[in-house]
């Protein structure tokens, strides 16, 4: 049984609407700008700019990405010990330096350890920033975060957009702007948050507290997998469809930039409305369930594409996303009421970062089955892709059940800590 998670009001009283979470919304925002000016172009920049070969990037990047992972559950525990905010203003550090020196590689090798030094720095401040958000969002954590969540995508959006002029541009000078100004964004993001948000002590911990205490935690383990797995439906929309509609339809080039408008779109608009509504373990679960069927739907319509004339085919594939947008919103609010809401409040860091793990191998993973699996197999490749993301669904409401079964509410707060997350007032936890 997991100690230390209450399922009733928390004794936080931070209004939705405060100084931090205004700051930390804005120093988010900040970094995703800049994320979407450098994600836009990085691979014409390594392999126009700098000649690396395309499978020498993508290797290096997978490399990366691994050895990414393992920062996860390290860089929590950092962030439960000596305080999220610490731990993620390092991060962004670290990333704005390594950022930077993608300015100089030349070769494979630099590249490769730029990338890895990179990846380790993001995965940590995910962790940490996960910790953050927990304690920032005050009495509702998932909420804040998915309105958090619309603010991030705006910020890709528009760094995008700005990407596209360099790209058209397509000069070493304007690829290295690009890059800078992302470096810069993760410099700018960690000032907003120095100045704005709280300085948060770390919260007293059980003696049973262990650092590799989530892994022993069955229905979060099982709920991390489910949300891995879930996450596939991302790249649905992202690398499969495209590739879909180039290959398998007759539809005008324009409906793929198309696609991606309408996906970001409906998720700005329906993410903060929709997550307010999706805060407790249950309803979480259900949110899970609702996106399994729309994503059961979506799939299939997807298919359609190719089977439609080629004036129908456009708008077919807008409608496809819309559905499948709308699924998405619905995942991400139950994956943000279950992470939050199953995660003992002493170890959120810890726990986040685990969570990030589960997502990014999800991700990794996901080209792989997305290509083989359903290309591979046409129409009936989108129908059994609906059908896993629907069975995934049914599985939330279980899971979230089973977490709230395996937790007990914490003891009544101490006095001394009943003001914990005012940053000046809390006490030191006993070292471990």
């Given at each position: 049984?997991?100690?230390?998670?209450?399922?009733?009001?928390?004794?936080?009283?931070?209004?939705?609407?405060?100084?931090?979470?205004?700051?930390?919304?804005?120093?988010?925002?900040?970094?995703?700008?800049?994320?979407?000016?450098?994600?836009?172009?990085?691979?014409?920049?390594?392999?126009?700019?700098?000649?690396?070969?395309?499978?020498?990037?993508?290797?290096?990047?997978?490399?990366?990405?691994?050895?990414?992972?393992?920062?996860?559950?390290?860089?929590?525990?950092l962030?439960?010990?000596?305080?999220?905010?610490?731990?993620?203003?390092?991060?962004?550090?670290?990333?704005?330096?390594?950022?930077?020196?993608?300015?100089?590689?030349?070769?494979?090798?630099?590249?490769?350890?730029?990338?890895?030094?990179?990846?380790?720095?993001?995965?940590?401040?995910?962790a940490?920033?996960?910790?953050?958000?927990?304690?920032?969002?005050?009495e509702r954590?998932?909420?804040?975060?998915?309105?958090?969540?619309?603010?991030?995508?705006?910020?890709?959006?528009?760094?995008?957009?700005?990407?596209?002029?360099?790209?058209?541009?397509?000069?070493?000078?304007?690829?290295?702007?690009?890059?800078?100004?992302?470096?810069?964004?993760?410099?700018?993001?960690?000032?907003?948050?120095?100045?704005?948000?709280?300085?948060?002590?770390?919260?007293?911990?059980?003696?049973?507290h262990?650092?590799?205490?989530?892994?022993?935690?069955?229905?979060?383990?099982?709920?991390?997998?489910?949300?891995?797995?879930?996450?596939?439906?991302?790249?649905?929309?992202?690398?499969?469809?495209?590739?879909?509609?180039?290959?398998?339809?007759?539809?005008?080039?324009?409906?793929?930039?198309?696609?991606?408008?309408?996906?970001s779109?409906?998720?700005?608009?329906?993410?903060?409305?929709?997550?307010?509504?999706?805060?407790?373990?249950?309803?979480?679960?259900?949110?899970?369930?609702?996106?399994?069927?729309?994503?059961?739907?979506?799939?299939?319509?997807?298919?359609l594409?190719?089977?439609?004339?080629?004036?129908?085919?456009?708008?077919?594939?807008?409608?496809?996303?819309?559905?499948h947008?709308?699924?998405?919103?619905?995942?991400?609010?139950?994956?943000?009421?279950?992470?939050?809401?199953?995660?003992?409040?002493?170890?959120?860091?810890?726990?986040?970062?685990?969570?990030?793990?589960?997502?990014?191998?999800?991700?990794?993973?996901?080209?792989?089955?997305?290509?083989?699996?359903?290309?591979?197999?046409?129409?009936?490749?989108?129908l059994?892709?609906?059908?896993?993301?629907?069975?995934?669904?049914?599985?939330?409401?279980?899971?979230?059940?089973?977490?709230?079964?395996?937790?007990?509410?914490?003891?009544a707060?101490?006095?001394?800590?009943?003001?914990?997350?005012?940053?000046?007032?809390?006490?030191?936890?006993?070292s471990?």
């Amino acid at each position: 049984m997991i100690i230390g998670k209450s399922f009733g009001p928390r004794t936080s009283t931070v209004p939705e609407s405060s100084r931090p979470q205004r700051a930390l919304i804005l120093a988010s925002f900040v970094s995703r700008v800049g994320n979407g000016l450098f994600n836009t172009a990085a691979v014409l920049y390594f392999t126009l700019v700098v000649h690396l070969p395309a499978a020498q990037v993508g290797a290096g990047l997978t490399v990366a990405g691994l050895v990414g992972l393992l920062a996860g559950i390290p860089a929590g525990n950092l962030a439960d010990r000596y305080g999220p905010r610490t731990v993620w203003l390092t991060a962004l550090a670290l990333q704005a330096v390594t950022m930077a020196a993608f300015v100089f590689i030349q070769d494979w090798a630099t590249f490769t350890l730029i990338a890895t030094l990179d990846r380790l720095a993001a995965t940590a401040g995910g962790a940490a920033g996960g910790a953050l958000i927990a304690r920032t969002g005050g009495e509702r954590p998932a909420a804040f975060r998915a309105r958090l969540r619309t603010f991030v995508n705006l910020g890709v959006v528009l760094g995008t957009l700005g990407a596209a002029f360099a790209v058209s541009v397509d000069t070493r000078a304007a690829y290295t702007a690009l890059i800078l100004a992302n470096a810069a964004s993760f410099a700018g993001a960690g000032l907003v948050a120095l100045v704005g948000v709280p300085n948060y002590r770390p919260l007293p911990r059980p003696e049973e507290h262990h650092r590799w205490a989530v892994l022993a935690d069955r229905p979060y383990v099982s709920f991390v997998a489910l949300y891995g797995a879930m996450g596939l439906q991302y790249q649905a929309v992202s690398l499969l469809l495209p590739i879909w509609l180039s290959a398998h339809t007759d539809a005008p080039r324009w409906t793929v930039a198309a696609v991606y408008a309408a996906n970001s779109g409906v998720c700005v608009l329906l993410q903060s409305r929709i997550g307010s509504r999706v805060e407790t373990p249950r309803q979480g679960g259900r949110a899970f369930r609702l996106a399994g069927l729309l994503f059961l739907v979506s799939c299939p319509l997807m298919a359609l594409t190719a089977d439609v004339p080629v004036w129908v085919a456009p708008a077919l594939a807008l409608l496809a996303v819309a559905v499948h947008s709308l699924g998405e919103v619905w995942e991400s609010s139950g994956g943000f009421a279950l992470g939050f809401g199953l995660a003992p409040d002493h170890a959120q860091g810890q726990y986040q970062g685990f969570l990030g793990i589960g997502f990014a191998a999800g991700q990794a993973l996901a080209p792989l089955v997305l290509t083989t699996a359903v290309l591979g197999l046409g129409h009936a490749g989108w129908l059994l892709l609906g059908v896993f993301f629907a069975a995934l669904g049914a599985a939330g409401p279980p899971v979230a059940a089973w977490g709230e079964r395996t937790r007990r509410p914490a003891p009544a707060p101490d006095p001394a800590h009943a003001r914990r997350d005012r940053p000046e007032e809390a006490p030191l936890p006993d070292s471990a």
